[in-house]
């Protein structure tokens, strides 16, 4: 079983900051990638940020240049830094990791998401 735990979102004002965090826990033995999914209300869920075990970043072209993803692997920690936010990212984010519970058994794990608000 693999857990995710979410944390930082919140309340904010446009051009604020929020930074997420989220925790993989449980019979982990590697992770393949992390990423940041979003959804607000009556919109679909959209992937925001990714990161894989070799590094390689892919952005929203709507968050390009504002949020930043980074994992820190011997923590199965993977952040979002999240500047300049608009009242457009006002959603509920999302972590998720693709992970091995053995070595060949993979799975695609979510966390149980976190508010982020952005209003004046």
């Known amino acids: 079983q693999v857990q995710l735990v979410e944390s930082g979102g919140g309340s904010v004002q446009p051009g604020g900051s929020l930074r997420l965090s989220c925790v993989a826990s449980g019979n982990i033995f590697s992770i393949v990638a992390m990423a940041w999914y979003r959804q607000a209300p009556g919109k679909e869920r959209e992937l925001v940020a990714s990161?894989?075990?070799?590094?390689?970043?892919t952005y929203a072209d709507s968050v390009k240049g504002r949020f930043d993803i980074s994992r820190v692997n011997a923590a199965n920690t993977v952040y979002l830094q999240m500047n300049s936010l608009k009242q457009e990212d006002t959603a509920v984010y999302y972590c998720?990791?693709?992970?091995?519970?053995?070595?060949?058994?993979?799975?695609?794990?979510w966390g149980q998401g976190t508010q982020v608000t952005v209003s004046s």
């Open positions: 998720t990791i693709r992970a091995y519970e053995a070595p060949l058994q993979w799975g695609d794990f």
């Open positions: 990161i894989n075990s070799g590094h390689a970043i």
